[in-house]
């Protein structure tokens, strides 16, 4: 098979063994992959523990190719779940934790052997790219805000950085759990996009004035100033430090 190969100085275009599929094993070949800044931070040396040479990637959507224990997967459009060995706790990963794309092989290839407890049916109205990117940033947005956040009913959540993958997923999570959301987004043109997601003119801001959901710009000096009454019950920051101390002194 063909696969993008990272050494030393940068990627490689290269030919390397197809992967052997054992028992509760899963090989599934690629229709589309998605990318993450882990893959870059690996790239450009800023990631703890790496090794090389590596195939990176660990978002991905394919079709089950292989299986001798799970035969239901073949030729089924699937995605991949690509945290490995959790544990129990819910709150935190255990000593065995690892995530696919270095030191295993990852999903930047034609080809790649996952656990199959971790490939689940690709959702059918979505397309490859878009179940590509889905099951990372769904999870962590998930476990930030049901899990880690815990938020309850009649209680609301700022998320900074709307504009992202992460950010959205929360947005989408809120919404759909009928809590409130307030949400910042550093560029106007992103905020546009919030219409889908049922965010009418009363909460978007015209030009010129302050983010989406606060009374004044966002910065390090500057209190924050939320337009919903007492302020957020969380903060889910997923963007810079800068703003943390700021987001923390708006709750409630």
């Given at each position: 098979?063909?696969?993008?190969?990272?050494?030393e100085?940068?990627?490689?275009?290269q030919e390397l063994p197809a992967p052997v599929c054992g028992v509760?094993?899963?090989?599934?070949?690629?229709?589309?992959?998605?990318?993450n800044h882990r893959d870059q931070y690996i790239r450009e040396?800023?990631?703890?523990?790496?090794?090389?040479?590596?195939?990176?990637?660990f978002r991905w959507c394919g079709h089950g190719d292989r299986s001798p224990s799970h035969p239901e997967l073949l030729g089924k459009r699937v995605v991949i779940d690509p945290s490995f060995g959790w544990g129990d706790d819910p709150q935190a990963q255990g000593p065995t934790?690892?995530?696919?794309?270095?030191?295993?092989?990852?999903?930047?290839?034609e080809e790649v052997v996952v656990p199959a407890e971790n490939v689940h049916r690709a959702p059918e109205h979505l397309t490859d790219e878009q179940a590509a990117a889905l099951p990372l940033a769904g999870v962590t947005g998930y476990r930030a805000?049901?899990?880690?956040?815990?938020?309850?009913?009649?209680?609301?959540?700022?998320?900074?950085?709307?504009?992202g993958g992460v950010a959205s997923?929360?947005?989408?999570?809120?919404?759909?759990?009928?809590?409130?959301c307030m949400s910042r987004a550093g560029v106007r043109r992103r905020s546009h996009g919030l219409w889908r997601w049922g965010l009418g003119p009363s909460t978007l801001p015209s030009a010129g004035q302050a983010p989406l959901g606060v009374t004044a710009p966002l910065g390090p000096s500057t209190p924050l100033g939320v337009t919903a009454p007492l302020g957020p019950s969380a903060p889910l920051r997923v963007t810079?430090?800068?703003?943390w101390l700021t987001l923390l002194a708006a709750i409630r």
């Open positions: 098979m063909n696969a993008l190969v990272l050494t100085t940068g990627l490689h275009y509760d094993q899963v090989r599934i070949k690629l229709h589309a992959a998605a990318l040396g800023k990631y703890s523990k790496i090794v090389l040479p590596a195939v990176l990637g934790y690892s995530i696919l794309g270095m030191p295993t092989q990852g999903t930047f290839a805000l049901m899990v880690q956040g815990a938020l309850q009913s009649g209680e609301s959540v700022l998320v900074t950085g709307i504009g997923m929360i947005m989408m999570f809120a919404l759909a759990a009928v809590r409130g810079g430090w800068i703003l």
